[in-house]
Each structure stands twice: as C-alpha cells, then as structure tokens.
C-alpha cells in the first residue's frame, strides 16, 4: 500500500482496468511494520519452466527475490536472471500508455477495439484471427486459449521463442510417445556426459539441475564419492569448467562423436538393441583430432555406472542426434533413475514459420502478439517485419518498448511478473502460483487480462482466473478450496504427483530411421567457419538487454560486459590474422565483416581458450536499439544471421577484417592478484593420498607459522563470523554477483568507468585457465572481502573510517570515508570499490556529471533500494561486509525472541549472506566460528580449507575448499597430477605460463590498479 501511494503520482490512463482508491492506513494489514521486511511466495515465468521464487517486500514494495526454500528444486536458490528481473520491474524506460499508431490512445478507444475484433471474430469464426504467444507454461492461460478455440475455432494459435525451437519435445515423442518431455536427475548420476549441452547454465539448465550436480561433486572426505563429468562443446560453457574431461568439438561434428559413442557402448555392452538402432546409421569418419580412445573410455565409464550414468545432448540440436542421445540413455538403462520422462507440459501450438504461411495466404486480419519480439529475433530469411505488417490489424502486449511494438497497430503496456496475477509450471510439473507483490506501476495489462476482453469477458479482478484453475485441477470446493487456496498462495507451489519411476521403453525403430540424416562434417576451413547462435548468460535472449545489472554483468567465461563479440579459438584468429590487445587494462578487438549466406554484420572478435578450431559463436540479444536506453550502442545484432533452418548452426561463415578496432570493457584484468597460487586443485587420489595437500602448494609449503608483531583487534564478540567456498562446487555462474548487487544497492557504473576497472561489484568470480590456450582447463573463485583480522586496510586509513568490530567484521562508516584510497591499495585482494562519481544519484546518461551538476534519479529506480543499506555517494570507499544489515537483522530477532534472558545467540544455520542463499550450488557457507555445529566451523577444521595469501598473516576469515576433480586415469592425457609435491603448484597465474589467471593466454595480465 505504501508503495501504490507512493507510486499514485506516476499511474497513467490507458487500458482499463477496475478503479479503486487509495486511503491512507486507518488499521494496518495483517503482518505489516513500517522498516519490516516481509517475504511471499511467487514464481518468475520462463520458456523452460517457471522459477519458485519468495519476493522480499518492504512496506508494499517489492527489493530483491530469492528462491523458495520449500519447493523441492530450487530449494531456495535462485539464479542471476531471477535477482535481476527485479530491476525490470523498475525500469523507467517500460511502457506507460496504450497506443494505437504511435499515439496515445483512450479507455474508450480500446473498449470500441475490443469490440471491433469479436464482431470480427464472429462473423469469421475465428479465422482472421491469430494469436503468437511466449512459452510460458501457465495452465490458466492455456484454459483461455482452450475457451478462444471453443468460442472461435477457426483462430490460430502460434508460440514462438528464439532459443527453444522445441526439437526435445520432438525428440521425446519419437522415443517415449506423443506429450512426453524428459528431464535429467543430475543428483542420481555419477557418471555424465554433455554433448553440447550446457547444463549447468541458464539456458540448458535449471536451479535443480545444478543443485543436483554440486550435490555429487561434494566432496569433504577422502571417503567421499564425486560424480565425474565428460564435456564435448564447442565453446567454453561453465558446465565446461566444471568438467573432468573436456574436448572441444566443431557442432558439425557432434553427429559423428555421438555414432562412434553409440557403437563404444555397444561394443562395451553388446545388445542386439543397439545392433539393431546402429545397423541403418551412416558410417562417418571420426572428426578431425578426436582421438578414439577418448570416445572408447568414456563410453566404457557410462556403461560401467549402468543406470547411474547420464548422458545429455544440448536440446537446440537437431532432433536426431537428440533422438539418438535418448536412445543411449535408455540403453544404458538411464530411464527412470537419471532421466526422468513425465508428460509433457505444453500444449501443441502451430510453429511461427506455420503462421507465417497463414498471413501469406492472406487469412490473418488480427494479430495479437504476447510477448516477445519477433521483429528483432525472428529467422532473417522469415522476414517477419514485412510479414507483420502485412496483417491488417496488430496488437502488441509487451513491458518494454521494442522493434514489435513499434511496427504494431496497438501496443500495449504489459506488467511485470510482480505485478499481476498468474501461474505457471515448474521443470517438475508442479504447480506454482505468480503472485503480485505490487500494484502496477503503469497502466499495464497481463497476457490473462487480455485474452478476458478478447474472449468478452470483463478483466478479472484479483486471482480470481487463477482460483478457477487452480479449483479444476485440485478438485477441491467449499471450505477445502478455501483452505487449500491459502496454502497455495502462501507456499507457492502445488507439488507435482510423485514422478512414477517410469521405465518407458524407448522406440529405438523410430530413432534408427533417424539415423541417416546425421552427415559428416566438413573439412576444417578457415575460409567458412562454422557458426553457433548461443544464447547470453547475460541478456539471455534479448529480453535482459535493457537490465543495466545484466550490461554490466561480466559473462562467466569472457568477462566482457556491455557488449557481445565473436567467439574464436586462438589458432582461427591467428589463421584469419586476427587479434586483441590489451592497451592500459582496456580489451581492444579487431572489428570484422561477418557475411553468412549474403548477410553481413560488423562485429567485434573475442578470442576465447577452449573454443573449437574453425568456428565462431556468436551471442545473441544485443543491438537492440528500441528497448531503453541501457540497451542502446550495447553490441551488435547476431539474429540478423540466423534463419529458419540455421537457427542454431551454421556452416560457411567468413569473416574479414575490417582494420578497424573496438575498445570492450572486458573485467578479467582488473583487481588481479599476480602470480600467486591462488586457486588450489588435487584429483581424487591426491586428496585421499594426502587430505591436506593445499598446504604444500607455493608459499604455504615455506612459511612458518605465522606470527604477529601486533595484538589482533579484540574479537571478544558473542559471534565470530566466517565464510568457506567450495570451489569444487561453485561453478563460475555469477548469481553471488547479482544477488549482492540487489542485496547491497550496488550502482551500475557504465561500459566507459568498467573500462577503467571502476566496476563495483563487491564480489566478483575470478576464472582461470590452466593447461594449453587451446585446449585448457578452467576453473573459478568467488573474490570478495576477505574480512581480515589483521586487516592492512585499516592501518592506512587516516581518519579510522574502516574498522573492526568486535565479531570479526571489517566494516566501514562510509560518512567518516575522505576518500584518499590509501586501503583499497593496500589491499592484498583489491576488493575495495570507490564511488568517483555519483551513481547512485544520476539517470545513466548522465553518470559522470561533476558534484555540482543537479542530482537526481528516476524515481522508479530508487524504490528498488534496500532500505536496510545505506546508498553511498561520490568520494567514498566500499566494500562486502558479509551482508552487515543481514547479521543485524538477525540480532535484533534473536534480542526479541530473547525477551529477558540473556541468550542473544543468533541460531545455527538462520542467517544467510545474500550471495549464499542465491548459490545454486551450495558452494558459499557463512557462519559463526563459535558455534561448534556451524557449517561454517565444521569446513575450516577440514583439511583441505586454506586462505589466499596465507603468508601475508593478515589472516582472513573468508577461506576456501581447495578444488577436486575426478578425473578417469584410463582416459588419453589425462592429467590426474594436479596437487604439487612440495611448494610448486600448477601456475596458474605467470605470465610466462600458457595459463594465466585473469588473462587469456594471448593476453598476458597487467599489474593490479586501483
Ligand atoms: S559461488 Fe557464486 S559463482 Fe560460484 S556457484 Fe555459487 S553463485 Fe555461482
């Protein structure tokens, strides 16, 4: 309420929906203190599966989401695009007015539009009507679109995303039967392989999926079992980082691998099954510098892990070698414990190029578009912006401002997740409830409300749509409904039924027809490169674009932010003549002319360790230029090369340079710590052989036991805080960043202060490459203030504006800070951020105006701000502080449950740091060192536990779980020698070493600044 009051002054006219005013408090609503915060049960809808989310609110308005710790997937995890849609909410550059030809249009003009389309629609039955939807599994949706049919059965009903053509769901129809879909149990297996599939990203993967993952990869004993990951790719993922064994791959020649995979299994467990699925498939060399012997030990691996083993192909490749991936599973004996088949969650819909052809037949007068945006992302050869405007009537629901909507005849604000009433469907099936937290902020209407007009029927008012569906699928009336209903709302989910165990046969006839589609790849070329459309960890498919949090995200691999590039290996760039610098911290890339099939774009190249020789990925969801003006100048538009048939690769790619050269705000040589062994790594049999092997490794080995010539501060608090981070676990997928940066109201500073390493992520994840720069190794480490005891910030600082406090905290007083810097020099891990300019005061195009231009904000932004956290100005340093407003949060809960006694204690296991509870792996412990049952506690005893710069004896509190892989001895090179024997590790971070910590290996790193 007290976010609607203040929001009163920015409602706007246009769709209508039901007045009702706003009054001040007479009596509060149930559970509502002014300065409290207050957590409901929500879900963010995506193409895949909807998100189980609890959205944190204070006084009505909704700061920052977390996942819902009682659904059984995420089990309160969440993931970067999860944190960062709560700035979409926000965002000022979304849609405010209805408008019909660019023109702000009335309630009445709509009311006359609504029933112009059913007179339409009548006397039609429907058949100038088509409706192109998003995919968002909600079932109260699909009821309206089921009473549409009914009511006018002649419409069409199209769902289009860019980057889930839907080739599983066809896959799974051939092998499991018609409406079925699959879905992997990652915790169940101990043996996977990833053909192109990255799993443990945002795109492939779910929450589950990496919990599943890091719930086998755990590993605190020697007597512990750690699953074992194979990776074929054909660019670095971070599912490639968490691998035992990687081999990069050309996408042409994954038909061939899986083949030669299929006939190793056969070979290691012969079945007539698979004689009879192999006896039609072609016979393809194997690709170029695969070595056999690597197919045949992997192969061997699955089939000795028999139903424990998975294997996963990425669900954007063509529908056979999906078919062919299922098949294995199946005969691997996979189906029912590692990969599940459940029915399938979406309903048939016609295909955007099938509904293409209906307004080429010129049947379709009304389009009604939800979602999306087809004009920027639809195949090139579609030409759907000529195609659109064919249609005489368009109408365009969407939040932000876009190419769709500016060729529509209507456009029409739509609301944000947080903002109307919905539900959707888990990866599980489970039914989830999308909640609002807050009252529109404009005159937006949801997909739901819209379709109501359509179908004649007034805007629903409150939940009630949902209560309908949700009344039909539980069967419950009277007072059970009642009851039942609440639950719902306040849980968020209706479990799915338990997933019968099913061991649906597969159909391996139907697949071994498949087979002969599947052709070798060509020869390696660099006159024709093979192309890949991948999606952005960042901006996703676009629809992040205009996320200022998203822009300035470093991607887990790259690190570049603010803009995409082409992805090459080392040797292509050499071959083509290509290159970056690094000129003064700054990435400075060659900018080519990519032409494919006669399109051409200009883009900047990135070379990237670990690609595949002679071919090029390229990230889509940038070069938009009418979604905001975060969006705007940000990259370059890579869907103008794709088309229908080459939607995800493509062959025949040729790149020319243009002499020209662009500056990329690439983070990776900033705040770098040189040469040291920072990242620590042992296999399986080194830890079991030696459990404390992190102390032998560079340094450490020498040092002796640390002393001081000063007393520590006196940490005679009640709590004693720590953190641990499992690098064996955490994957590199950056959701700690953006859950500080929602928590900690950390600004965006833009790509030009990001090139001068003034980003000011208080966390920020470290990738390093190990090994060959073709080939290499990869591994991350989560940096954030290490909360020294002796920490030698506070020693510099003249005024006493960084302290210790007495729990062992490192915490600042920000209006005590002159800014002289003198800590963030000395700081051995360079995680200070100063403020040089006021970014939390100014409007983005205006960042870096001086001190006495006008201040000032969109309003909109400001209410996104976490209360508890001061917002800093210009001329102050910052830092992580272990979520300081968390710890006391927790405290004064702890002093009013305490009552009179004098137990103050804040209990085992109640307070998470933000980046800990979005973790999805699990891999960030926080807690207190005095509490012997504390997770926290438990892990620094362990062996394994060591800290960064150890001999510097600043004795940080914040520490690490040295990194084990698991790799398979009988594979060809494997490396199972990582732990040194004494004092040498692997180099990670030399220059001379191909490997290098921030840097790519054609970059070596420049010395640390700021
Ligand atoms: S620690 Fe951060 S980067 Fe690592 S898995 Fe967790 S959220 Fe991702």
Not at 217 to 238: A, C, H, K, M, W
Not at 276 to 295: F, H, K, M
Request: glycine fraction near 6%.
């Amino acid at each position: 309420m007290g976010a609607s009051l203040a929001l009163a002054g920015l409602s706007l006219s246009g769709c209508r929906r039901p007045e009702a005013h706003l009054v001040p408090f007479t009596q509060s609503p149930e559970w509502v203190v002014p300065g409290k915060k207050i957590s409901f049960a929500t879900a963010q809808p995506r193409r895949r599966g909807a998100t189980p989310l609890l959205a944190t609110t204070f006084d009505g308005r909704p700061i920052k989401m977390e996942g819902n710790p009682l659904h059984p997937l995420s089990q309160g995890a969440s993931d970067n695009h999860a944190q960062a849609s709560i700035l979409d909410l926000y965002d000022p550059a979304r849609r405010q007015h209805l408008t019909k030809g660019g023109k702000k249009a009335s309630s009445a003009d709509w009311d006359a539009e609504i029933n112009r389309i059913r007179a339409e629609l009548t006397s039609t039955s429907g058949s100038s009507l088509a409706v192109l939807a998003d995919e968002q599994l909600s079932p109260t949706r699909d009821r309206l679109r089921a009473e549409l049919q009914r009511q006018f059965p002649q419409s069409t009903w199209a769902t289009y995303e860019p980057l889930a053509p839907g080739r599983d769901l066809e896959a799974s129809a051939l092998v499991f039967g018609e409406n079925t879909e699959f879905r992997p149990i990652l915790s169940a297996a101990s043996t996977i392989l990833a053909v192109d599939c990255d799993f443990l990203g945002s795109d492939e993967g779910d929450l589950s999926d990496t919990r599943g993952f890091s719930s086998g990869r755990r590993t605190r004993q020697p007597s512990d079992s750690t699953n074992r990951l194979y990776v074929v790719e054909p660019r670095f993922s971070i599912t490639g980082t968490m691998a035992d064994h990687r081999l990069r791959l050309r996408p042409s020649a994954t038909g061939a691998f899986l083949l030669e995979l299929a006939r190793q299994i056969r070979a290691a467990k012969p079945s007539a099954e698979l004689n009879a699925l192999l006896s039609q498939s072609p016979d393809l060399p194997l690709p170029e510098g695969v070595d056999p012997a690597w197919i045949r030990e992997c192969a061997a691996d699955l089939v000795s892990h028999g139903n424990r083993s998975l294997l996963l192909v990425g669900r954007r490749l063509p529908v056979s070698l999906q078919a062919l991936a299922l098949a294995l599973n199946s005969s691997l004996g996979s189906v029912g414990t590692t990969l599940l088949v459940q029915p399938s969650r979406a309903l048939p819909s016609a295909t955007l190029a099938q509904l293409a052809e209906k307004i080429r037949s010129g049947t379709i007068r009304t389009l009604i578009i939800l979602g999306g945006d087809p004009v920027y992302n639809a195949p090139a050869d579609m030409n759907w912006s000529a195609l659109q405007s064919s249609v005489p009537n368009t109408l365009h629901l969407s939040s932000l401002p876009n190419a769709t909507s500016k060729q529509s005849t209507w456009s029409i604000p739509g609301t944000h997740y947080l903002e109307s009433w919905g539900d959707a469907l888990a990866v599980d099936g489970s039914y989830l409830s999308v909640q609002p937290m807050i009252q529109p902020l404009w005159a937006g209407l949801s997909q739901l409300e819209v379709l109501s007009q359509i179908l004649g029927q007034p805007i629903p008012i409150g939940p009630s749509l949902i209560r309908e569906t949700f009344a039909q699928r539980t069967g419950l009336a009277g007072e059970k409904l009642e009851q039942g209903w609440n639950d719902f709302v306040r849980e968020g989910f209706l479990a799915s039924p338990a997933a019968s165990p099913t061991s649906r046969t597969a159909n391996l006839n139907a697949v071994a027809g498949l087979l002969s589609r599947i052709e070798s790849s060509p020869a390696e070329d660099p006159a024709s490169l093979e192309t890949v459309f991948i999606h952005s960890a960042a901006v996703d498919d676009g629809r992040y674009a205009n996320n200022g949090w998203m822009q300035e995200w470093p991607d887990p691999m790259t690190k570049l932010t603010w803009d995409n590039a082409i992805l090459l290996s080392p040797e292509t760039a050499r071959s083509l003549g290509l290159k970056n610098d690094i000129i003064k911290g700054i990435l400075v890339a060659d900018v080519v002319q990519a032409t494919l099939a006669g399109r051409t774009i200009e883009a900047p190249i990135v070379i990237a360790p670990g690609h595949a020789n002679f071919s090029a990925s390229l990230p889509v969801g940038y070069g938009q230029e009418l979604c905001g003006p975060v969006a705007k100048g940000a990259g370059f538009d890579a869907y103008r090369l794709r088309t229908s048939t080459t939607d995800y690769q493509a062959v025949g790619l040729q790149l020319k340079r243009t002499g020209r050269t662009q500056q990329l705000a690439v983070t990776q040589e900033h705040q770098v710590m040189e040469g040291r062994d920072l990242v620590r790594e042992a296999s399986v049999n080194e830890f079991k052989e030696n459990p404390a092997w992190v102390k032998t490794v560079g340094m450490d080995a020498h040092i002796p036991p640390n002393q001081t010539f000063y007393p520590n501060p006196k940490l005679d608090g009640q709590h004693q805080w720590a953190m641990v981070v499992d690098l064996s676990t955490c994957t590199g997928c950056n959701a700690c960043v953006t859950a500080c940066t929602a928590e900690n109201n950390i600004p965006i500073v833009g790509k030009d202060q990001v090139m001068k390493g003034r980003e000011m992520h208080w966390i920020r994840v470290d990738r390093y490459y190990t090994g060959e720069p073709d080939s290499p190794e990869s591994v991350s480490q989560p940096i954030a203030c290490m909360q020294c005891e002796n920490a030698p910030c506070e020693t510099v600082c003249p005024v006493n504006a960084t302290v210790h406090n007495e729990e062992g905290l490192n915490v600042m007083a920000y209006n005590r800070c002159i800014g002289t810097r003198y800590c963030a020099n000395n700081c051995p891990y360079k995680v200070r951020r100063f403020n040089f300019f006021d970014y939390n005061q100014r409007a983005l195009d205006k960042l870096y105006w001086g001190p006495l231009a006008p201040k000032g904000t969109e309003e909109t932004i400001k209410l996104q701000k976490n209360p508890n956290v001061t917002v800093r100005m210009r001329g102050v340093m910052e830092k992580c502080t272990f979520c300081v407003q968390r710890i006391e949060d927790a405290k004064i809960s702890a002093r009013v449950r305490a009552r009179d006694s004098a137990d103050l204690k804040i209990p085992t296991g109640t307070l998470k740091t933000a980046c800990q509870q979005a973790c999805p792996a699990e891999a960030i412990v926080f807690g207190d060192l005095l509490d012997e049952s504390s997770e926290v506690k438990k892990l620094r005893d362990l062996p394994q536990n060591y800290s960064l710069l150890e001999y510097l004896n600043v004795r940080p509190r914040l520490t690490y779980l040295g990194r084990i892989r698991n790799p398979n001895p009988a594979m060809p090179g494997a490396r199972t020698h990582y732990a040194p024997s004494h004092g040498h590790a692997e180099k990670h971070s030399t220059e001379k070493d191909t490997s290098t910590s921030h840097g790519t290996p054609d970059h070596p790193k420049q010395a640390s600044h700021e």
